[in-house]
T-cell receptor, first 113, second 116 residues
Framework: DQQVKQNSPSLSVQEGRISILNCDYT??????FLWYKKYPAEGPTFLIS?????DKNEDGRFTVFLNKSAKHLSLHIVPSQPGDSAVYFC????????????FGKGTKLTVNP | EAGVAQSPRYKIIEKRQSVAFWCNPISGHATLYWYQQILGQGPKLLIQ????????DSQLPKDRFSAERLKGVDSTLKIQPAKLEDSAVYLC??????????????FGPGTRLTVT
């Protein structure tokens, strides 16, 4: 039973354009969501997060949108840069529960020069 | 600030052999996690420590996997005996004790295990 789903295994965009990565979740108890970025042969690194009391959080070129009614969140990268090419993982947590993060399978983003 | 350290980076063993992985978390981080990441999947939590106590080991295959964090700092994860399906990257992560920032886990580079 996959509680966090990233249905697009890969995404390819042109440099300077917008990248939109999507994530869906099924557990209504999740109330905190994170995006991690992973380069080959490295561990995931934290990128941006959002609490369920918000519907948007922005940090520079990165914005995460949360639609609680649809149990959907998305990560927008504008403008996309070749250095953004990596695997992006969506993760979720329940503040009322343990600190365990539940991860999606990831989306491989390729930004072409 | 030094990051999470893991060793070895790569390990190849035959099935039924045993293997151990080591993790040194970021200094001052009380919470330590071990994850298993199978190719094409997201990381899956195996065990979570708070200082030297186990918080969650519900997804740890206890018949073959064991982990310890005796002094509340370094941790080791052991597999004995290994199976082919244990081939994966084993990631260690740590966080501050402060719950407000505890979701932002800091990951090490991982150990890639291949079981043949």
């Amino acid at each position: 039973d996959q509680q966090v789903k990233q249905n697009s295994p890969s995404l390819s965009v042109q440099e300077g354009r917008i990248s939109i990565l999507n994530c869906d979740y099924t557990n209504s108890m999740f109330d905190y969501f994170l995006w991690y970025k992973k380069y080959p042969a490295e561990g995931p690194t934290f990128l941006i997060s959002i609490s369920s009391i918000k519907d948007k959080n922005e940090d520079g070129r990165f914005t995460v949108f949360l639609n609680k009614s649809a149990k959907h969140l998305s990560l927008h990268i504008v403008p996309s840069q070749p250095g953004d090419s990596a695997v992006y993982f969506c993760a979720a947590n329940s503040q009322g529960g343990s600190e365990k993060l539940v991860f999606g399978k990831g989306t491989k983003l390729t930004v072409n020069p | 600030e030094a990051g999470v350290a893991q060793s070895p980076r790569y390990k190849i063993i035959e099935k039924r052999q045993s293997v151990a992985f080591w993790c040194n978390p970021i200094s001052g981080h009380a919470t330590l996690y071990w994850y298993q990441q199978i190719l094409g999947q997201g990381p899956k939590l195996l065990i979570q420590f708070q200082n030297n106590g186990v918080v969650d080991d519900s997804q740890l295959p206890k018949d073959r996997f064991s982990a310890e964090r005796l002094k509340g700092v370094d941790s080791t994860l052991k597999i004995q005996p290994a199976k082919l399906e244990d081939s994966a990257v084993y990631l260690c992560a740590s966080t501050h004790l402060n719950r407000a920032s505890s979701y932002e886990q800091y990951f090490g580079p991982g150990t890639r295990l291949t079981v043949t």
